[in-house]
């Protein structure tokens, strides 16, 4: 099927006199006729639930249509996009290990690496997503486990050269990991270009109408972990905390990462979504293929009209011929990229505060990628936590202002721009 009908059909096929609509399986246990029958499900031997914090039927079927959009062998739903960034990463990154990133990431995903993980006995060495072979090779160690990326920067819109990226995670032995929010599946799909693992938050375009928070965990299937059993002892040696299973042998590279993040990371952290999310976001995901174009229809409309006003000091979209990352964006994202605008207003700061007073149209929200458009100053919010140096690093600058068009009409999204650029 192609991506569209995916939208639409994928992770429920209804038989003979089942609901058309995916179910709601609104349960925290299932109901077993012995105790032998549940101690196949404890020992992995057999396919079913238990227990909705391991697995839920809802989420599973919405999690593989996410696979299924993706390109992938395997999925999961976790309760947020966070959650699902954490868990891709610490489900092969133990204490004593090293992340390679881009610098130019989501805030709450750099402090998750340089703050949280690092309290975890985790070390991160960040690289800018334009550095050269060389600068990317020497950010490597000897104890490097993952790379990590999104495919357009939240909200510094840098577009990353994923095959690039994936060649030197590959060259060291270790998989690289893609944050795909922005772009979706319907506008990028970085499997495709190499990277062996992907996460979404799901809070985003996927739901679309910011109505439920949720992360996905898209695994392709394509990386070796038996090859570099040395480098990834929690998947090629024995969980003993699991009868001793080792999850590469008995699952391969298909189902290796997800079974091992299903069976210890989510027995021990629990950041499982409810069944009604998933419903919802299933909702969202039905509609995905209309919606995005719609979005970077928009974006485009705006990005042009900024980029010609006098007031504005300089506009960021890889749709605009001249953006630094216009040519690569006709490689990984020639349908259009997000509906994601960064610019800055002349007169700093302080003219960037006012023009966000006087919006109408677009709310000033912790939020983007939905049906409404909402704008916001990351430095005084999102990425509050960083100081000067690192938000510059990371592509932030104090000007910086995050527009996310919706799906209203364009031209009353300029309209609003153009009254509240009229009262600085």
Not at 17 to 38: A, C, H, L, V
Not at 100 to 113: E, M, P, Q, R
Not at 218 to 235: E, S
Not at 321 to 341: F, T, W
Request: charged residues 20%; negative net charge.
């Amino acid at each position: 099927m192609r991506i569209e009908t995916k939208c639409v059909q994928s992770g429920y096929t209804p038989k003979n006199g089942e609901p058309r609509q995916i179910p709601i399986i609104q349960s925290t246990t299932y109901k077993y006729d012995t105790s032998e029958d549940m101690g196949k499900l404890f020992d992995l031997e057999a396919s079913g639930y238990f227990y909705s914090r391991l697995q839920n039927p809802t989420n599973d079927m919405v999690a593989q249509k996410i696979c299924e959009l993706e390109g992938g062998s395997m999925a999961m739903l976790t309760s947020s996009g966070m959650a699902a960034n954490f868990y891709a990463a610490f489900n092969i990154v133990e204490c004593g290990g090293h992340i390679v990133s881009s610098a130019t990431i989501y805030g709450g995903t750099y402090n998750l690496f340089s703050v949280t993980m690092k309290k975890m006995g985790i070390d991160v060495t960040f690289v800018s997503p334009d550095c050269t072979d060389e600068e990317l090779n020497a950010a490597f160690r000897e104890n490097t486990k993952m790379v990590f990326g999104e495919t357009i920067a939240n909200p510094a819109l840098t577009v990353l050269d994923i095959e690039r990226f994936a060649k030197a995670a590959h060259a060291h032995g270790v998989p690289l990991i893609i944050d795909n929010t922005f772009a979706t599946p319907i506008n990028c799909r970085p499997i495709e270009w190499g990277a062996d693992i992907v996460t979404h938050s799901t809070s985003k375009y996927m739901d679309g109408h910011a109505a439920v928070l949720g992360g996905a965990i898209v695994d392709g299937g394509k990386f070796d972990w038996m090859k570099y059993k040395d480098k990834f002892p929690g998947l090629c040696t024995p969980d003993e905390s699991y009868h001793g299973i080792i999850y590469a042998e008995k699952y391969g590279k298909e189902g290796a990462f997800i079974n091992k993040a299903t069976a210890q990371l989510m027995r021990d952290f629990g950041s499982v979504p409810s069944p009604q999310n998933s419903f919802m976001l299933n909702l969202g995901l039905e509609s995905l293929h209309v919606r995005v174009p719609r979005h970077c229809e928009n974006a485009q409309k705006v990005a042009e009209f900024l980029s010609e006003d006098p007031r504005i000091a300089w506009v960021n979209y890889c749709g605009l011929p001249g953006d630094k990352y216009y040519e690569r964006a006709q490689k990984y994202l020639p349908n259009g990229s997000c509906g994601v605008v960064s610019f800055g207003v002349k007169g700093g700061r302080k003219a960037a505060e006012t023009f966000m007073k006087y919006l109408r149209v677009a709310a000033i929200e912790t939020h983007v990628a939905d049906a409404r458009t909402c704008c916001l100053h990351p430095a005084s919010t999102t990425h509050r936590q960083m100081n000067d140096e690192e938000l510059i690093a990371g592509g932030v600058s104090p000007d910086l202002i995050r527009l996310s068009c919706g799906l209203e009409n364009s031209q009353d999204l300029i309209d609003d721009i153009d009254q509240a650029l009229s009262k600085i």
